[in-house]
C-alpha cells in the first residue's frame, strides 16, 4: 500500500521523476504473488490500483542505490539496519511513521511509543482500510520530507 500511495503522491505532486518508489519485504515467503485482495481493495475504495504489485525480497545491494529506505515497523527497521554493511546505509533507514510531525527526530529515532504501522494480514477488511488512513498520513509526511530534500539539493 505504501509504494502505491506514496508513487501517486509524488506524481500528483509533480515529483514523479526525481522521485522513485518501489517496494520490498524483508521475508521471501511471498515473492512473486499479488498484494493481498484486501489491500488490493481497500487501495481501489480510495482511488488507487494496486492490481499490478508483486512481492519481492529486498536485496542489501540496493542500498547503493537508493537515498532512503522505509520501513513499517521497528521489526523491518531492525532487520534492514542489520543488512546495511555501513552506518550511511544505516542512517537511509526510516521508519515511515518518523515523518510524521511530532514523531521523529532528524535520524528517525523514535521518540513515540507507536510508530509501527501494524501488519492487517490476520485481521478482516477494516483492517486494511485503518491501516491505509495510517499510511496515507505518513506518506504525505513523508513527501513533504521529500520536497525539503530536493529543494535543498537543488539549492547546492
Known sequence: MGEVVLRRLAED??????????????????IGERADPRAVAALAARGYDGSAHRARQFDPRWFAQRDLVVALDRGHERTLRSWASTDVDRVKVRLLRSFEPGRGDAVGRRSDADLDIPDPFYSGRQAFADVLAQVERACEALL?????????????
Open 144 to 156: 513533504e520530507h521529500m520536497r525539503g530534500q530536493l529543494g535543498a539539493a537543488a539549492g547546492r
Open 13 to 30: 505532486a509533480g515529483l514523479g521523476h526525481p522521485v522513485e518508489v518501489d517496494s520490498a519485504g524483508t521475508g521471501d515467503w511471498h
